[in-house]
């Protein structure tokens, strides 16, 4: 059993970690199972690759409630103008750039039905209300439905962290009753929020300002044993019909494991092979599946189109995309929303009494370069 010395010693090296490779090394893997599901019938049964939407709805929920409680922690208050304005800057300018792609793409097929229905879709497409596309608008895009959710969730979430933080019992109680009521939502919904609601919660659980019983026992949990939760629920998820939810709370204990302590699961994950691709995974996110039409149809063509060829290759076709995507869009328009956001953040420094943080350990904003 770890001694309370212990325990306080590993959780000070995690708060003072403000970036962790083998989360980007899992959303590596994440982009894999969905380019394998957007391959339907091609891929073995046994890869279900719509999982990778739900890794990815916790890891954002995790990371965005680590970035508000940590910013309150070092500067006493939050900027949700700043927080707002780095959303915007991290997921719209990319977005629509890769919406714009469609356009060209369809025109050069000639095909007036796929034309008709992207211009169907185009008003739920720009206000990410994907939830409410009506069937006459075909699947153009349809991939992006999870952004539509995490948009929604982006911008009532910080407020309610403020509104119940500090995290003492009754406001945990608050929290447990929305995450109870998110379970009755229609499913994708309660799907999607209740993956970010998990990733979220345990972001709290974790947090320097929540001392609490469960964190020692995170701690004891061991990487292998979260990985086997994770493997357990994944394929008791289709067989036996698990509730989404067991299989997103799995990959929360897998997420506390990765970033409290070191393992064999997390070395492998933190291989630049993995921590690369995982950096530009908002962006292969997004264009996957204009690659993915591409190699099937050359594929078709050179009379090799088997899931184990069409997949590496568009896997590594979108990587390429999106490493230029990364240069012209993706980086410049994080750092100018990042640039804004410390100005926003200093002129509310300034107006304010400064709050006494309730660490000494001085904290970088976490890299957080996708948010699915």
């Not at 095909?111 to 211009?119: F, G, N, S």
């Not at 997103?248 to 994950?269: K, T």
């Not at 995309?321 to 410049?332: M, R, S």
Request: aromatic share 14%.
């Amino acid at each position: 059993m770890l001694r309370g010395q212990e325990t306080e010693n590993s959780f000070a090296v995690y708060w003072s970690t403000s970036y962790f490779p083998a989360l980007d090394g899992l959303r590596a893997i994440c982009v894999a199972l969905v380019i394998c599901f957007h391959m339907h019938e091609k891929v073995p049964g046994f890869i279900h690759g719509s999982t990778g939407v739900d890794i990815f709805f916790v890891l954002s929920g995790f990371l965005i409630t680590t970035l508000l409680l940590r910013e309150k922690e070092k500067y006493g208050s939050v900027s949700l103008k700043g927080f707002y304005v780095r959303r915007a800057f991290r997921i719209l300018p990319i977005y629509y750039i890769v919406l714009l792609m469609y356009f060209p793409a369809i025109w050069l097929l000639r095909d007036a039905t796929r034309w008709h229905q992207l211009m169907c879709a185009l008003p739920y497409l720009l206000t990410f209300t994907q939830e409410f596309l009506p069937k006459s608008a075909g699947s153009i895009f349809a991939h992006s439905w999870s952004l539509g959710y995490e948009e929604k969730f982006y911008l009532l979430w910080p407020l309610l962290v403020l509104m119940l933080h500090p995290f003492r019992r009754r406001n945990i109680m608050i929290l447990l009753a929305i995450g109870a009521l998110i379970l009755f939502l229609p499913w994708m919904a309660a799907r999607s929020y209740g993956g970010l609601f998990v990733g979220s919660a345990l972001g709290i659980v974790l947090d320097r300002s929540c001392r609490n019983r469960l964190q020692p026992y995170l701690l004891r949990i061991p990487s292998w044993v979260a990985l086997g939760l994770v493997v357990a629920a994944y394929f008791l998820l289709f067989e036996q019909n698990l509730p989404i939810q067991f299989f997103s709370a799995a990959v929360a204990l897998l997420v506390a494991a990765l970033v409290l302590r070191q393992s064999m699961v997390r070395r492998f994950l933190e291989h630049p092979l993995l921590v690369l691709p995982g950096k530009r995974s908002y962006a292969m996110y997004l264009v996957h599946v204009l690659v993915l039409n591409i190699m099937a149809v050359a594929a078709a063509k050179a009379r090799v189109d088997f899931w184990f060829v069409v997949m590496p290759a568009t896997y590594v076709g979108s990587f390429l995309v999106a490493t230029v995507l990364f240069h012209l869009v993706e980086k410049p328009s994080v750092e100018f929303g990042r640039g804004l956001s410390r100005k926003l953040r200093k002129r509310l420094t300034e107006s304010l009494p400064r709050a006494a943080p309730l660490g000494a350990v001085r904290i970088r904003p976490i890299e957080n370069p996708v948010d699915l």
